[in-house]
């Protein structure tokens, strides 16, 4: 059964790097931002980050091809992350087959499912503690960041969908975007809570935040008041995240370990 589980991590792991070359363009297909319509570009709704928000991709993927060769050295898989990784591989390719097709809508559901998958995958890893450094960069590091991002990537993708639809935000859409980003503030304070001092999650989420506010600021459509929510949002998680992690790392005396 090891072998089996290391051979599925590692086919999971091409199948999303072929998932990827196509959404790039490497391989026919068309890049993210202009497939289906255009409707996830940086300019497309008041939730999308600016286009370098992106970048955090190749930080992602080689922390998935680390995780998929350490793998390799885990006898025993105890804290039973590989099932989830292997669904959250498979799940990165799929989304991006489906926003070839188009089929934006159906991407809402893909990414729903991916960013479950990666939630259970962080209670797994916050209940069960990393037995080494290498095991807590490698595998913590980066499914908190995979987790992170999926949560402001799911709030863009969503607002994509309903734009294709043609939904026009009851006429506010400003509003509905501030309301969307207290939520993903929320849900980074959550995070910060629930986990054992995380860094990448939150810092994964404050990322797609900030490159939030730099569109809106700089691009189309242009929005102070989006775009000061966003930082607001950022701050409010890093400060949750600070304050987690000097609490938790504070002896009885009142020093810090």
């Given at each position: 059964?090891?072998?089996?589980r290391?051979?599925?991590?590692?086919?999971?792991f091409?199948?999303?790097?072929?998932?990827t070359?196509?959404?790039v363009?490497a391989?026919?297909?068309d890049p993210i931002?202009?497939?289906?319509?255009g409707?996830?570009a940086?300019d497309s709704?008041?939730?999308?980050p600016?286009?370098s928000?992106?970048?955090?991709?190749?930080?992602i993927?080689?922390?998935?091809?680390?995780?998929?060769?350490w793998?390799?050295?885990?006898?025993?898989?105890?804290?039973?992350?590989?099932?989830?990784?292997i669904?959250?591989?498979?799940?990165n390719?799929?989304w991006?087959?489906v926003?070839?097709?188009?089929?934006?809508?159906?991407?809402?559901?893909?990414?729903a499912v991916?960013?479950g998958v990666l939630a259970?995958?962080?209670?797994r890893?916050?209940?069960?503690?990393?037995?080494?450094?290498?095991?807590?960069?490698?595998?913590d590091?980066?499914?908190?960041?995979?987790?992170?991002?999926?949560?402001?990537?799911?709030?863009?993708?969503i607002?994509a969908?309903?734009?294709?639809?043609?939904?026009?935000g009851?006429?506010v859409?400003e509003?509905l975007?501030v309301v969307?980003?207290?939520?993903?503030?929320?849900?980074g304070?959550?995070?910060?809570?629930a986990?054992r001092?995380?860094i990448?999650?939150?810092a994964?989420?404050?990322?797609?935040?900030a490159?939030?506010?730099?569109?809106r600021?700089a691009?189309?459509p242009?929005?102070?008041?989006?775009?000061?929510?966003?930082?607001?949002a950022?701050?409010?998680?890093?400060i949750a995240?600070?304050?987690?992690?000097l609490?938790?790392r504070?002896?009885?005396?009142?020093t810090v370990?």
């Amino acid at each position: 059964m090891t072998i089996l589980r290391r051979g599925a991590v590692t086919l999971a792991f091409l199948a999303a790097m072929v998932g990827t070359a196509i959404g790039v363009g490497a391989v026919g297909g068309d890049p993210i931002a202009e497939a289906a319509g255009g409707l996830l570009a940086a300019d497309s709704t008041h939730l999308a980050p600016a286009s370098s928000a992106f970048s955090i991709w190749s930080l992602i993927y080689l922390g998935l091809g680390a995780y998929t060769l350490w793998q390799w050295w885990d006898p025993r898989d105890e804290r039973l992350i590989a099932a989830p990784a292997i669904a959250s591989l498979l799940l990165n390719a799929a989304w991006i087959l489906v926003i070839q097709a188009g089929w934006v809508w159906v991407s809402v559901p893909v990414i729903a499912v991916l960013l479950g998958v990666l939630a259970l995958l962080f209670h797994r890893i916050t209940v069960h503690p990393a037995r080494s450094l290498l095991e807590r960069v490698v595998v913590d590091g980066t499914f908190g960041l995979y987790l992170g991002w999926v949560s402001v990537a799911t709030c863009a993708n969503i607002a994509a969908a309903l734009k294709g639809a043609g939904f026009l935000g009851f006429g506010v859409p400003e509003v509905l975007a501030v309301v969307v980003l207290a939520v993903v503030a929320a849900l980074g304070i959550a995070l910060t809570v629930a986990g054992r001092r995380p860094i990448a999650a939150p810092a994964a989420m404050v990322w797609g935040l900030a490159w939030i506010a730099v569109g809106r600021a700089a691009d189309a459509p242009h929005s102070p008041v989006v775009a000061s929510a966003a930082v607001t949002a950022a701050v409010v998680i890093t400060i949750a995240a600070a304050t987690g992690w000097l609490r938790d790392r504070r002896a009885p005396d009142g020093t810090v370990r």
